[in-house]
Protein backbone atom coordinates (compact mmCIF):
# COMPACT_ATOMS: atom_id res chain seq x y z
CA UNK A 1 0.00 0.00 0.00
CA UNK A 2 1.05 3.29 -0.66
CA UNK A 3 2.58 5.83 1.60
CA UNK A 4 1.00 8.93 3.01
CA UNK A 5 2.51 12.14 4.60
CA UNK A 6 0.12 14.45 6.81
CA UNK A 7 0.45 17.18 8.97
CA UNK A 8 1.27 16.10 12.41
CA UNK A 9 -1.26 18.73 14.21
CA UNK A 10 -3.80 21.62 13.16
CA UNK A 11 -6.23 24.14 15.24
CA UNK A 12 -9.82 24.75 14.04
CA UNK A 13 -12.43 27.20 15.23
CA UNK A 14 -16.13 26.04 15.85
CA UNK A 15 -17.86 26.52 12.74
CA UNK A 16 -15.51 27.04 10.91
CA UNK A 17 -14.40 24.81 7.73
CA UNK A 18 -11.21 22.12 8.75
CA UNK A 19 -9.43 21.33 5.48
CA UNK A 20 -7.12 18.22 6.12
CA UNK A 21 -4.48 17.43 3.54
CA UNK A 22 -2.92 14.12 2.68
CA UNK A 23 -0.15 13.36 0.58
CA UNK A 24 -0.11 10.37 -1.06
CA UNK A 25 2.28 10.55 -4.70
CA UNK A 26 2.85 6.81 -4.71
CA UNK A 27 -0.46 5.66 -5.00
CA UNK A 28 -1.10 3.54 -7.66
CA UNK A 29 -4.30 3.18 -10.27
CA UNK A 30 -6.27 0.89 -8.09
CA UNK A 31 -5.41 2.07 -4.78
CA UNK A 32 -8.81 3.77 -2.96
CA UNK A 33 -8.18 6.82 -0.70
CA UNK A 34 -10.05 6.29 2.85
CA UNK A 35 -9.81 8.64 5.78
CA UNK A 36 -10.75 7.43 9.52
CA UNK A 37 -10.45 9.29 12.96
CA UNK A 38 -10.06 8.31 16.10
CA UNK A 39 -11.12 9.84 19.13
CA UNK A 40 -8.68 8.64 22.26
CA UNK A 41 -9.27 5.48 22.81
CA UNK A 42 -12.47 4.76 21.17
CA UNK A 43 -12.62 2.89 17.87
CA UNK A 44 -11.57 4.48 14.89
CA UNK A 45 -14.44 5.96 12.94
CA UNK A 46 -14.71 5.45 9.15
CA UNK A 47 -15.17 8.72 7.14
CA UNK A 48 -15.01 8.86 3.60
CA UNK A 49 -13.58 7.15 0.74
CA UNK A 50 -12.49 7.39 -3.10
CA UNK A 51 -11.01 6.20 -6.33
CA UNK A 52 -11.02 9.17 -8.34
CA UNK A 53 -14.10 11.40 -8.21
CA UNK A 54 -14.81 14.04 -5.56
CA UNK A 55 -17.01 12.07 -2.80
CA UNK A 56 -19.75 13.87 -0.42
CA UNK A 57 -21.52 12.38 2.60
CA UNK A 58 -23.04 13.19 6.09
CA UNK A 59 -20.12 13.67 7.79
CA UNK A 60 -17.08 15.10 5.16
CA UNK A 61 -16.29 15.93 1.73
CA UNK A 62 -13.17 14.12 0.05
CA UNK A 63 -11.74 16.29 -2.80
CA UNK A 64 -8.94 14.35 -4.82
CA UNK A 65 -6.51 15.71 -7.27
CA UNK A 66 -7.13 14.83 -10.60
CA UNK A 67 -3.00 13.43 -10.90
CA UNK A 68 -4.14 11.09 -7.49
CA UNK A 69 -1.06 12.25 -5.47
CA UNK A 70 -2.77 14.12 -2.99
CA UNK A 71 -6.18 14.87 -1.23
CA UNK A 72 -8.21 16.78 1.28
CA UNK A 73 -10.56 15.93 3.79
CA UNK A 74 -12.97 18.56 4.76
CA UNK A 75 -15.17 18.81 7.76
CA UNK A 76 -17.73 21.84 6.67
CA UNK A 77 -18.59 23.12 9.65
CA UNK A 78 -16.43 22.03 12.53
CA UNK A 79 -17.95 21.36 16.28
CA UNK A 80 -15.63 20.54 19.97
CA UNK A 81 -17.26 16.99 18.76
CA UNK A 82 -14.81 16.70 15.76
CA UNK A 83 -11.57 16.94 17.86
CA UNK A 84 -9.85 13.60 17.22
CA UNK A 85 -6.64 12.01 15.43
CA UNK A 86 -7.22 12.10 11.36
CA UNK A 87 -6.36 9.07 9.21
CA UNK A 88 -5.74 9.11 5.94
CA UNK A 89 -4.66 5.56 4.59
CA UNK A 90 -4.82 4.09 0.72
CA UNK A 91 -5.77 0.89 -0.05
CA UNK A 92 -5.53 -1.59 -3.46
CA UNK A 93 -9.02 -3.03 -4.26
CA UNK A 94 -8.91 -7.05 -3.76
CA UNK A 95 -11.58 -9.07 -3.12
CA UNK A 96 -8.90 -11.51 -1.10
CA UNK A 97 -7.96 -8.20 0.93
CA UNK A 98 -7.99 -9.29 4.89
CA UNK A 99 -7.28 -5.55 5.91
CA UNK A 100 -4.28 -6.87 7.77
CA UNK A 101 -0.99 -4.83 8.60
CA UNK A 102 -3.62 -2.41 8.81
CA UNK A 103 -0.53 0.97 9.23
CA UNK A 104 -2.97 3.90 10.46
CA UNK A 105 0.37 6.10 10.77
CA UNK A 106 0.60 9.37 12.83
CA UNK A 107 -2.01 11.55 11.76
CA UNK A 108 -3.27 14.50 12.03
CA UNK A 109 -4.87 15.35 15.66
CA UNK A 110 -7.38 17.82 15.05
CA UNK A 111 -8.17 20.12 17.79
CA UNK A 112 -11.36 22.48 17.33
CA UNK A 113 -11.68 25.65 19.51
CA UNK A 114 -14.43 27.38 20.75
CA UNK B 1 -28.65 1.71 14.42
CA UNK B 2 -25.58 -0.01 12.36
CA UNK B 3 -22.88 -0.55 14.82
CA UNK B 4 -20.39 -3.21 16.31
CA UNK B 5 -20.72 -3.59 19.79
CA UNK B 6 -17.64 -5.28 22.24
CA UNK B 7 -17.73 -6.09 25.15
CA UNK B 8 -16.87 -6.18 27.72
CA UNK B 9 -15.46 -2.26 27.08
CA UNK B 10 -13.03 -2.87 29.99
CA UNK B 11 -11.40 -6.09 31.72
CA UNK B 12 -8.97 -6.95 34.12
CA UNK B 13 -7.95 -10.43 34.80
CA UNK B 14 -5.09 -12.28 36.54
CA UNK B 15 -2.72 -14.42 34.37
CA UNK B 16 -3.80 -17.51 33.34
CA UNK B 17 -7.74 -17.24 33.19
CA UNK B 18 -9.04 -17.72 30.24
CA UNK B 19 -11.68 -14.92 29.07
CA UNK B 20 -13.49 -13.93 26.26
CA UNK B 21 -14.08 -10.75 24.50
CA UNK B 22 -17.69 -10.41 22.52
CA UNK B 23 -17.91 -8.83 19.07
CA UNK B 24 -21.06 -8.52 17.30
CA UNK B 25 -22.63 -6.34 14.54
CA UNK B 26 -25.74 -6.13 12.83
CA UNK B 27 -25.28 -4.82 9.67
CA UNK B 28 -25.25 -8.73 7.94
CA UNK B 29 -21.68 -8.27 7.18
CA UNK B 30 -19.47 -11.29 5.75
CA UNK B 31 -16.17 -10.39 6.58
CA UNK B 32 -15.20 -9.61 10.43
CA UNK B 33 -11.63 -9.08 12.29
CA UNK B 34 -9.73 -8.27 15.44
CA UNK B 35 -6.90 -5.90 16.03
CA UNK B 36 -4.90 -4.93 18.87
CA UNK B 37 -3.57 -1.62 19.26
CA UNK B 38 -0.37 -0.45 21.22
CA UNK B 39 1.27 3.03 21.59
CA UNK B 40 3.63 3.12 18.96
CA UNK B 41 2.64 0.27 17.08
CA UNK B 42 -0.59 0.66 15.59
CA UNK B 43 -3.30 -1.13 15.07
CA UNK B 44 -2.34 -5.03 14.31
CA UNK B 45 -4.66 -7.93 13.46
CA UNK B 46 -4.86 -10.65 15.29
CA UNK B 47 -7.28 -13.32 13.09
CA UNK B 48 -10.11 -12.30 10.66
CA UNK B 49 -13.00 -14.53 8.94
CA UNK B 50 -14.29 -13.92 5.48
CA UNK B 51 -17.33 -15.65 6.42
CA UNK B 52 -19.14 -18.14 8.88
CA UNK B 53 -17.10 -21.34 9.85
CA UNK B 54 -13.63 -19.32 8.05
CA UNK B 55 -11.12 -17.66 9.69
CA UNK B 56 -7.30 -17.26 9.46
CA UNK B 57 -4.67 -15.82 11.30
CA UNK B 58 -3.26 -12.28 10.99
CA UNK B 59 0.05 -10.55 12.33
CA UNK B 60 0.11 -11.65 15.60
CA UNK B 61 -2.45 -14.86 16.74
CA UNK B 62 -0.08 -16.51 19.26
CA UNK B 63 -2.27 -16.53 22.32
CA UNK B 64 -5.71 -15.85 21.52
CA UNK B 65 -8.44 -18.42 19.73
CA UNK B 66 -11.39 -17.02 17.68
CA UNK B 67 -14.93 -18.54 16.46
CA UNK B 68 -17.19 -17.71 13.64
CA UNK B 69 -20.36 -19.68 14.17
CA UNK B 70 -22.61 -17.57 13.10
CA UNK B 71 -22.68 -14.64 11.02
CA UNK B 72 -22.96 -11.84 13.44
CA UNK B 73 -20.39 -13.11 16.21
CA UNK B 74 -16.84 -13.16 16.10
CA UNK B 75 -15.67 -14.02 19.66
CA UNK B 76 -11.97 -13.18 20.97
CA UNK B 77 -11.35 -16.11 23.04
CA UNK B 78 -7.83 -15.83 25.43
CA UNK B 79 -6.87 -19.48 27.00
CA UNK B 80 -4.52 -18.91 29.11
CA UNK B 81 -3.60 -14.14 29.11
CA UNK B 82 -0.49 -13.15 30.19
CA UNK B 83 0.86 -9.76 30.78
CA UNK B 84 2.00 -8.79 27.06
CA UNK B 85 -1.66 -9.37 25.93
CA UNK B 86 -2.51 -6.77 27.74
CA UNK B 87 -3.69 -3.88 24.88
CA UNK B 88 -6.85 -2.01 23.44
CA UNK B 89 -8.36 -4.19 21.07
CA UNK B 90 -10.88 -3.73 18.26
CA UNK B 91 -13.34 -5.43 16.62
CA UNK B 92 -14.11 -5.09 13.07
CA UNK B 93 -16.32 -6.03 10.46
CA UNK B 94 -17.27 -4.75 6.43
CA UNK B 95 -19.22 -5.71 3.45
CA UNK B 96 -17.83 -7.99 0.86
CA UNK B 97 -19.34 -7.18 -2.24
CA UNK B 98 -16.79 -9.09 -4.69
CA UNK B 99 -15.59 -7.54 -7.63
CA UNK B 100 -15.74 -3.91 -6.48
CA UNK B 101 -14.85 -4.71 -3.03
CA UNK B 102 -13.61 -1.15 -1.43
CA UNK B 103 -16.21 -1.12 1.48
CA UNK B 104 -14.47 0.58 4.20
CA UNK B 105 -13.90 -1.37 7.76
CA UNK B 106 -16.11 -0.33 10.46
CA UNK B 107 -14.49 -0.54 14.18
CA UNK B 108 -16.32 -1.43 17.68
CA UNK B 109 -15.86 1.01 20.05
CA UNK B 110 -13.05 -1.17 22.13
CA UNK B 111 -12.16 -3.16 25.00
CA UNK B 112 -9.11 -2.42 27.13
CA UNK B 113 -7.86 -5.39 28.95
CA UNK B 114 -5.23 -5.33 31.39
CA UNK B 115 -3.59 -8.75 32.35
CA UNK B 116 -1.88 -9.20 35.87
Known amino acids: DA ?3 QPTSMDCAE ?5 L ?3 HSTISGNEYVYWYRQIHSQGPQYIIHGLK ?3 TNEMASLIITED ?13 RDTAVYYCIVRVQKT ?8 FGAGTQVVVTP | EAQVTQNPRYLITVTGKKLTVTCSQ ?15 LGLRQIYYSMNVEVTDKGDVPEGYKVSRKEKRNFPLILESPSPNQTSLYFCASRYRSGVADNSPLHFGNGTRLTVT
Do not use: F, V
Not at chain 1, 15 to 19: M, P, S
Not at chain 1, 96 to 103: E, F, I, R
Not at chain 2, 26 to 40: A, F, I, L, T
Open chain 1, 68 to 80: RKSSTLILPHATL
Open chain 1, 15 to 19: GRAAN
Open chain 2, 26 to 40: NMNHEYMSWYRQDPG
Open chain 1, 3 to 5: KTT
Open chain 1, 96 to 103: TDSWGKLQ
Open chain 1, 21 to 23: PCN
Open chain 1, 53 to 55: NNE
